[in-house]
Antibody
Framework: EVQLVESGGGLVQPGGSLRLSCAAS????????MHWVRQAPGKGLVWVSR????????SYADSVKGRFTISRDNAKNTLYLQMNSLRAEDTAVYYC??????????????WGQGTMVTVSS | SYVLTQPPSVSVAPGQTARITCGGN??????VHWYQQKPGQAPVLVVY???DRPSGIPERFSGSNSGNTATLTISRVEAGDEADYYC???????????FGGGTKLTVL
């Protein structure tokens, strides 16, 4: 079964740090681009970051650029999001999701169940 | 950055047809994808590349895209279709994966 499972969420103070993980199974992880998408309570979906198949290229939403770092370990089939200098507005459910490279598609065809991050004092 | 506009809510009676729109500047030139999200669950891809369905998605879900509007059509609506629906495109802007604000589908 194709699956993505996030972990690492929790309560953190403003200015603090947190690292999220996303464990992939059931598919060839190293063949896919991976992403983080977040959803603030009661709000819509917002793309956060993406990383290419071998980890050599990344991009970020303007709202997190310079504070968040996406990375992956293809040997461990795991995606990461290092979040620093956290703000209250970063409070959200964070989903990992994949997009297909061959054939190319920018649709998110598989999503994890999400992990909640709460930034509050 | 590119903006996608969806109506906040759409209501439809069971068995009828629901149409959810997604507006964007010349969106007809882009590939539009649609997601269904039920409360407390992760989004699920229901239509990709304007009108294709992933395996396991009922034929009742279809899509179209032309000009400045893309449309998700759900035929013979069932109570289980009640959910939030999001459109999404890729754009060569600073935040390239763009979502619409979402539409809450209510089955009366």
């Amino acid at each position: 079964e194709v699956q993505l499972v996030e972990s690492g969420g929790g309560l953190v103070q403003p200015g603090g740090s947190l690292r999220l993980s996303c464990a992939a199974s059931g598919f060839t992880f190293s063949s896919y681009w991976m992403h983080w998408v977040r959803q603030a309570p009661g709000k819509g979906l917002v793309w956060v970051s993406r990383i290419n198949s071998d980890g050599s290229s990344t991009s970020y939403a303007d709202s997190v650029k310079g504070r968040f770092t996406i990375s992956r370990d293809n040997a461990k089939n795991t995606l990461y999001l290092q979040m620093n200098s956290l703000r209250a507005e970063d409070t959200a459910v964070y989903y990992c999701a994949r997009t297909t490279v061959i054939p190319w598609s920018d649709a998110f065809d598989i999503w994890g169940q999400g992990t909640m991050v709460t930034v509050s004092s | 950055s590119y903006v996608l506009t969806q109506p906040p809510s759409v209501s439809v009676a069971p068995g009828q047809t629901a149409r959810i729109t997604c507006g964007g500047n010349n969106i007809g030139s882009k590939s539009v994808h649609w997601y269904q999200q039920k409360p407390g669950q992760a989004p699920v891809l229901v239509v990709y590349d304007d009108s294709d369905r992933p395996s396991g998605i009922p034929e009742r879900f279809s899509g179209s895209n032309s000009g400045n509007t893309a449309t998700l059509t759900i035929s013979r609506v069932e109570a289980g279709d009640e959910a939030d629906y999001y459109c999404q495109v890729w754009d060569s802007s600073s935040d390239p994966w763009v979502f619409g604000g979402g539409t809450k589908l209510t089955v009366l």
